[in-house]
Nanobody
Framework: VQLQASGGGLVQAGDSLRLSCAASGLTFSMYVMGWFRQAPGKEREFVAA?????RYADSVKGRFPISRDNAKNTVYLQMNSLKPDDTAVYYC?????????????????WGQGTQVTVSS
């Protein structure tokens, strides 16, 4: 299984970015796909997930819609109204379950991460 995240970059506060995560080696539709992030000196935290439903961290609800294209084996994170506090390495992950999960330990596969930096 491989997860390839892309789309990060350096932006200003208020800007938007779209992250993509292309998956291979798995039956994509059978997995919950999640996004997590890790800021310097902090633990990795849940951002959003997509399975039969979607789930969001309170800090991004209404700003970061998650979507997926099962035909392309790709999950997206549209990041709007970015804030400096959103600065982190963003990771995509796959959980071999059809039940919505948000805990890091529930995810089986991880991508390499993509850096998002938001300047004020």
């Amino acid at each position: 299984v491989q997860l390839q995240a892309s789309g990060g970059g350096l932006v200003q506060a208020g800007d938007s970015l779209r992250l993509s995560c292309a998956a291979s080696g798995l039956t994509f539709s059978m997995y919950v796909m999640g996004w997590f992030r890790q800021a310097p000196g902090k633990e990795r935290e849940f951002v959003a997930a997509s399975g039969g439903s979607t789930r969001y961290a309170d800090s991004v609800k209404g700003r970061f819609p998650i979507s997926r294209d099962n035909a392309k084996n790709t999950v997206y994170l549209q990041m709007n109204s970015l804030k400096p506090d959103d600065t982190a390495v963003y990771y995509c992950a796959a959980a071999r379950t059809t039940v919505m999960v948000t805990d890091i330990l529930d995810y089986d596969y991880w991508g390499q991460g993509t850096q998002v930096t938001v300047s004020s």
